[in-house]
């Protein structure tokens, strides 16, 4: 993506890139406390951008999610869930 190719060759395979696609990782925190997943690697960190997320609009989700799924009054209905 950051080349501009219009693909990239990938496991033997030449994937074609859409540069209107994102990746997202979500990882849990990694503190003294958690016992989960460790922190990425440095080498991959560099590649993502970091942000923070502190509360999901569960209303926007919804809503999304029921027009992807063909509702056409998604709106309306996310709001009473």
Same mark, same amino acid.
């Given at each position: 993506? +950051?080349?501009?190719?219009?693909? @990239?060759?990938?496991?033997?395979?030449? @994937? +074609?890139?859409?540069?209107?696609?994102?990746?997202?990782?979500?990882?849990?925190?990694? &503190?003294?406390?958690?016992?989960?997943? &460790?922190?990425?690697?440095?080498?991959?960190?560099?590649?993502?951008?970091?942000?923070?997320?502190? +509360?999901?609009?569960?209303?926007?989700?919804?809503? @999304?999610?029921?027009?992807?799924?063909?509702?056409?009054?998604?709106?309306?209905?996310?709001?009473?869930?």
């Amino acid at each position: 993506i +950051k080349e501009k190719n219009d693909s @990239v060759h990938l496991l033997g395979n030449d @994937v +074609k890139v859409n540069a209107n696609a994102g990746i997202f990782v979500t990882l849990n925190p990694a &503190s003294k406390d958690y016992k989960g997943r &460790s922190e990425l690697p440095a080498n991959l960190k560099a590649l993502f951008r970091p942000i923070a997320m502190s +509360k999901p609009d569960n209303v926007c989700i919804a809503d @999304v999610t029921l027009l992807a799924d063909g509702f056409s009054e998604g709106k309306i209905l996310s709001q009473k869930l």
